[in-house]
């Protein structure tokens, strides 16, 4: 019964960090907008510059908009800043700003 409860702990302490680390501000690139099903994919940029080769991709994400107008401000191609949430397992904007 122990073991059980550290496992539950650790795995509950895991869930914890890995959603505060998704509500950081991200910087992106928007791939897809699907205004239909209110979803946008963003190709996450990385930052900084140690160990990033600038050629290389950033991991693609699919996220649910908040509102639709989020949508409408934004297209393909376009860079942004954002910042998300995860609920059940889906990604949710909370914030989506073109870059200048």
Request: overall charge positive; aromatic content about 4%; glycine content about 12%.
């Amino acid at each position: 019964m122990g073991t059980t409860k550290f496992i539950f702990a650790g795995t509950a302490a895991l869930g914890l960090l890995a959603s505060s680390a998704f509500a950081e501000d991200m910087t992106g690139m928007i791939k897809r907008i699907d205004r239909l099903n209110g979803t946008i994919l963003i190709e996450q940029v990385q930052k900084g510059t140690v160990g990033a080769s600038s050629g290389s991709a950033g991991a693609l994400q699919e996220y649910k908009a908040r509102d639709a107008a989020m949508l409408d401000a934004v297209h393909a191609g376009d860079r942004v800043s954002y910042s998300a949430t995860a609920t059940n397992g889906t990604g949710t904007l909370t914030k989506l700003q073109k870059q200048k």
